[in-house]
Nanobody
Framework: QVQLVESGGGLVQPGGSLRLSCAASGFTFSNYAMSWFRQAPGKERELVAA????????NYADSVKGRFTISRDNAKNTVHLKMNSLKPEDTAVYYC?????????WGQGTQVTVFS
């Protein structure tokens, strides 16, 4: 079955960096686009970044452009999100997403907390 397992979250001060990873299994990873979403308390889940199957096309939310970088390693079935210059408003649970035919799949999420 499809599994997405995130890791790499944690506590960091403003201006700091974190690198999130998502290990995927149960489907042909290299055939599908992958995305990172986040959900802050009391807010809706929002798209942070997305990358196409071969990594040719990448999109970012305006709020993270220039600070976050999404990448993927199709040989290792992993997708990463490097987050630099973190701000308190980046605090959220970050989710890995795979949009397969007929269904979206989500990981369990990893907490990122940016505190002063």
């Amino acid at each position: 079955q499809v599994q997405l397992v995130e890791s790499g979250g944690g506590l960091v001060q403003p201006g700091g960096s974190l690198r999130l990873s998502c290990a995927a299994s149960g489907f042909t990873f290299s055939n599908y686009a992958m995305s990172w979403f986040r959900q802050a308390p009391g807010k809706e889940r929002e798209l942070v970044a997305a990358i196409t199957s071969a990594g040719i096309s990448i999109n970012y939310a305006d709020s993270v452009k220039g600070r976050f970088t999404i990448s993927r390693d199709n040989a290792k079935n992993t997708v990463h999100l490097k987050m630099n210059s973190l701000k308190p408003e980046d605090t959220a649970v970050y989710y890995c997403n795979a949009r397969l035919p007929h269904q979206d799949y989500w990981g369990q999420g990893t907490q990122v907390t940016v505190f002063s």
